[in-house]
């Protein structure tokens, strides 16, 4: 069943919040537009559907990120592990999603590369945990995550699967530990960038030393009676990149606690990535679109990068070609969406003069495309020089709660958000 609420003109022209993809689960697809970047264009796999129905059962109860942007050559029963805040403690029943192909392209490409399929994997054993209220902690209730009924599972190149359900309770202010050992070359991974803890034990006798790319759970899950089902696709601003250690003060952190326990929010922000990363269309933004609102966030690294195999950074209008695609993907499938602009990052001139560009025929294409647009850009500088970062070209905790107020100022009254 869809949900339908009419905001108010004077926030969200003509637009109404409807939960994403139909109700079987089959979805329509993308329409095809001249105008709009397909997932050929850019030498990626075709179009990508996830069966949405464990998607509505189960929703994100985390804000960090564990999307795929990097690429683990070999693990040779490592074992990995990461600690995640939840949005909802209690007793829940959690299921847990994964993708073996990589969403995203990390830098250059070397280590990672938006549809690069893994290698095959075996699972050997998984587990979720309670971490306590500090990483000094004791860990302890380690339960056991099967698959089909066995803790073992063999994943194949490309493969998505879930997990089978497991019940689990994490106390007030308590961290959720994932915890699984993996044997296989080329495993899709995600470079966490130091939000949160997260270690690894090699099997040389060292025990669990620091390890920031880790393969991991593409969704972790939890079965939740939430008003809204929220999610945000960007780049390392939207992930949370360069803010402090376990601190969870990015914006998107900063809003998902401003929504409580009432509404889910997913954070698909993956560092390195481009627009045109996810106008491939592939599992990255199938699972985005199983949410009722999508925030689209991108720019900076197609000023810089431009997409993977090409010549360098985009310019305005191809970036708005990319943009085109992905919000009409997400449109089909029925997700509202906000768009926000580019953010200042102290570019030489020629790139800002695109950034430039870009923000100012944003509006113009979130109007004919029936969208919402959020300034983002104007709470991160100041009007007299809008090209300077004023909280580092990754927003540190003063800039995320800036534009955490301001997106609660503007779209909280709709989103149940106090």
């Known amino acids: 069943m869809k949900k339908l609420i009419t905001l108010s003109a004077a926030v969200i022209t003509a637009l109404s919040l409807f939960s994403c993809g139909s109700t079987n689960g089959s979805g329509s697809q993308p329409k095809e537009e001249s105008s709009a970047v397909t997932a050929q264009d850019i030498g990626s796999p075709a179009p990508v559907k996830t069966d949405s129905s464990d998607f509505r059962t189960y929703v994100s109860n985390t804000y960090i990120s564990t999307g795929n942007n990097y690429w683990v050559d070999s693990a040779d029963s490592v074992t990995y592990r990461a600690y995640f805040p939840v ?56 339960s056991p995550v099967t698959f089909s009924g066995s803790t073992e599972r063999q994943v194949s190149g490309g493969e998505t699967f879930w997990s089978d359900p497991v019940s689990f309770d994490v106390p007030e202010g308590h961290f959720l530990v994932w915890e699984w050992t993996v044997t296989g070359q080329g495993l899709p991974a995600t ?41 945000a696709v960007g780049d390392s601003i939207t992930q949370g990149c360069q803010t402090q250690f376990m601190e969870y003060e990015f914006w998107a952190a900063r809003i998902a606690q401003r929504l409580g326990s009432q509404s889910s929010f997913y954070n698909c922000g993956l560092g390195w990535s481009r627009t045109s990363d996810i106008a491939a269309g592939g599992d990255w933004i199938s699972r985005a679109a199983q949410s009722d609102v999508v925030i689209v966030a991108f720019g900076t690294n197609d000023i810089i990068s431009g997409e993977y195999g090409g010549d360098g950074g985009n310019s305005a209008d191809e970036i708005l070609q990319y943009l085109r695609t992905v919000v009409t993907r997400l449109k089909d499938e029925g997700c509202s969406v906000i768009v926000f602009s580019a953010p200042p990052e102290d570019y030489r001139e020629n790139m800002e003069a695109v950034r430039k560009e870009y923000n100012e025929k944003l509006p113009e294409l979130c109007q004919e495309l029936g969208v919402t647009l959020f300034d983002f850009a104007s709470y991160l500088s100041a009007p007299e020089d809008p090209a300077h970062a004023l909280y580092g070209g990754h927003p540190n905790g ?9 997106f609660v100022e503007e779209f909280g009254t709709f989103l149940g958000i106090e």
């Open 191 to 231: 470079s966490m960038s130091n939000l949160t803890k997260t270690l690894a034990d090699y099997g040389d006798g060292k025990g669990m030393v620091y390890c920031d790319q880790l393969p991991l759970p593409q969704l972790i899950g939890a079965k939740r009676d939430v008003k809204y089902r929220i999610s």
């Open 87 to 142: 949005e909802e403690y209690g007793e829940l029943e959690y299921k847990f999603y994964f993708s073996n192909t990589v969403d995203s392209t990390y830098d250059d490409g070397k280590h990672g590369y938006v549809g690069q399929v893994g290698e095959g994997y075996t699972i050997e054993n998984a587990f979720i945990a309670d971490g306590g209220t500090s990483v000094e902690d004791e860990i302890t209730g380690y």
């Open 398 to 406: 003063e800039g995320g709660q800036i534009v955490a107020d301001a």
